[in-house]
């Protein structure tokens, strides 16, 4: 029997890598598959022998990037991403043994073309990578070459260089958030979703082909070329470009949000007075209230505008961000700064006409310079005050909800965490979440993090519980769906949901809206917004630590409960609802 080899790619994801090897492992042992198993770009990464990679038979890659296919010669390397092996080991181990060692792919329709693409979410987490790997396989089974940059939570991997994007014939870009295309100036560029990548991607390379339009350069005449392609045009509006200032935003509610929770555990709950000056607890307040939390209004204010405008919108957005925050208009006047300073931007950018050799001021000068003075002066007399009172209402409102208003606020955004995992319905309960935390509202954060935790990690135990209700690749993926689930990685329930989804995604909304409720009922707090599990020891980073323990253990419980009672057997639910 031919030797398999598989590489599987760590890197951030390292955990679930492991756990995809450790799958691997056991489902060749289990039918005399002799297999050697490579893990890369992670703790304990060991690299193949020569000898392993001289007497294979197939080959089967796991995760993104190129896992330096080029070793294996006229082997041709089978796909497949880390979610696949974890939900169906045994059918990703059938593809690789009769299609890896098959004559190499045929060409592309007899064109292959070279494709480089950027994939990128919000959080930069889950559906970044899921997109990265759903086009590299699209591209593999298509005949065509592909490089695939990830910009993900941790910044850029695998960078596409100025040599690779000047060789290749098409720039595709599916993205959730803005991403910078200058570099692109030039190619043929297409842009969209993660969710079209991961839903199709071997449509969406066809459809990418056929309909990419010419990047113009920087401070260019976008009349004649749009920077969008149509397609994707009509897809990117303002929950786009919200988003977009949302992912650059947390960073700093994460940075600043963490160093107040160590200043209070250094220095006391007066760490920040000013008599305190000068000690460490006082230091680290400075540092993350008058640093870190100082921008990120700013900060929200001016990717909204670059989501909308490019570059050029960036310094109009984040002035009239900064100036947003001085009215006390918070994260709604940044918002409205965003979108005020962006839009203005670009109708700028669109009309003003100006010779050829001056047209490299408009960027540098003349853009920033009118679009800052429109911003500046709406967001001082028109903007301003209504919205600093509004937002001064929503925050009273928030900080003494109790009883029912805090029952009710509880069940609806741990409800929207649960309803589409991932989605747009639960970006916007998280992105709402995270831009109350720069006014001080830290209770709904609580309410989504723990809601959002609950979906995986109620599956992971209904698969304990009622073993008969999944299949066996869907009990192997419970122990995944846990890991995902104490990261604060909803997406980690979507292959359970997709297998059966009338019956499941109801138990996960009931399962979330309980940990809501229950969180804020019991006065939770979450001065960070993301970590699930590995933030609950910082000190005074969660109020009534014992309580939103609670919370998530009754929503995990009720999660598992209600998948077991709805869910048919095994059989039932692998033929659909």
Same mark, same amino acid.
């Given at each position: ?18 756990? !995809?090897?450790?799958? $691997? ?12 198993? /490579?893990?890369?770009? !992670? ?6 022998? *020569? ?37 169906? +080991? ?6 690789? %043994? ?6 190499? !792919? ?26 990265? *790997? ?14 695939? /940059? ?60 056929? /309909? ?20 994707? *045009? ?23 949000? $963490? ?69 006390? !208009? ?24 100006? #010779? ?13 310079? %009118? ?11 028109? +903007? ?28 609806? $955004? ?35 993090? $723990?809601?959002?935790?609950?979906? #995986?990690?109620? %599956? ?15 009990? *192997? ?101």
């Amino acid at each position: 029997m031919a030797r398999l080899l598989a590489v599987v790619e760590g890197g951030e994801r390292s955990t679930l890598a492991v756990l !995809a090897l450790e799958a $691997l492992r056991k489902a060749a042992a289990r039918r005399n598959q002799p297999i050697a198993l /490579e893990l890369r770009g !992670a703790p304990g990464a060991n690299p193949l022998p *020569e000898d392993a990679i001289r007497d294979a038979g197939a080959v089967l890659l796991v995760g993104a990037g190129d896992l330096d296919a080029r070793r294996f010669g006229a082997l041709r390397p089978v796909r497949a991403a880390i979610e696949e092996v974890l939900t169906d +080991v045994d059918g990703v181990l059938d593809r690789a %043994l009769a299609d890896a060692a098959a004559a190499p !792919a045929a060409p592309a329709a007899g064109n292959p073309k070279t494709i480089v693409a950027v994939t990128s979410c919000p959080t930069g987490i889950a559906h970044t990578f899921m997109a990265a *790997e759903g086009l590299q396989a699209a591209a593999q089974a298509l005949g065509h070459a592909i490089r695939v /940059e990830t910009q993900g939570s941790v910044g850029a991997r695998d960078t596409l260089t100025a040599s690779e994007i000047a060789q290749a014939d098409l720039v595709l870009i599916a993205a959730d958030t803005g991403v910078d295309r200058a570099r692109f100036a030039g190619k043929q560029v297409y842009a969209t979703t993660t969710k079209a990548a991961i839903r199709d991607g071997k449509g969406l390379i066809a459809t990418a082909l056929a /309909e990419a339009r010419v990047q113009p350069a920087a401070g260019a005449d976008s009349g004649a070329a749009p920077a969008r392609p149509e397609a994707a *045009e009509r897809q990117a509006g303002a929950y786009k470009h919200l988003m977009t200032g949302v992912s650059f935003m947390l960073p700093f509610v994460v940075a600043g949000g $963490l160093l107040i929770a160590l200043a209070f555990a250094v220095g006391g709950i007066d760490a920040m007075a000013p008599g305190n000056a000068g000690t460490l607890g006082y230091a680290l307040g400075q540092i993350g209230a008058k640093g870190a939390f100082a921008l990120i209004v700013p900060a929200l204010a001016g990717y909204i505008a670059y989501s909308i405008s490019d570059r050029p919108g960036i310094a109009p957005g984040m002035i009239g961000g900064m100036l947003a925050a001085n009215l006390q !208009a918070g994260f709604l006047g940044g918002i409205a700064a965003g979108f005020i300073a962006g839009y203005t931007t670009r109708f700028l950018n669109r009309h003003i006409r100006l #010779p050829r050799n001056l047209e490299g001021l408009k960027p540098v000068l003349i853009l920033p310079l %009118l679009a800052t003075t429109l911003t500046g002066l709406l967001m001082i007399y028109v +903007v301003g005050v209504p919205v600093a009172a509004a937002l001064a209402a929503l925050t009273g409102w928030l900080k003494g909800m109790q009883g029912a208003s805090a029952l009710v606020l509880g069940l609806v $955004l741990g409800g929207m965490m649960a309803i589409d995992m991932g989605g747009p319905i639960n970006k916007a309960a998280y992105a709402s979440a995270a831009a109350l935390l720069s006014s001080g509202v830290d209770a709904p954060m609580a309410a989504v993090m $723990l809601g959002g935790m609950t979906p #995986p990690l109620g %599956l992971a135990l209904a698969t304990r519980l009622f073993p008969a209700r999944f299949t066996a690749p869907e009990r *192997e993926a419970g122990g995944a769906a846990a890991v995902l689930g104490a990261a604060f990685i909803t997406e980690g329930a979507i292959p359970f949901a997709a297998a059966d989804p009338l019956r499941v995604i109801p138990a996960l909304v009931a399962g979330s809206s309980v940990a809501g409720a229950l969180a804020l009922s019991l006065g939770v707090t979450l001065k960070v917004p993301h970590g699930g599990l590995f933030i609950l020891p910082i000190p005074n980073a969660v109020t009534h630590l014992g309580a939103a323990i609670l919370a998530l253990v009754a929503g995990t419980v009720v999660t598992a409960v209600t998948v077991g009672l709805l869910k048919k057997g095994a059989a039932g639910a692998a033929s659909g609802a």
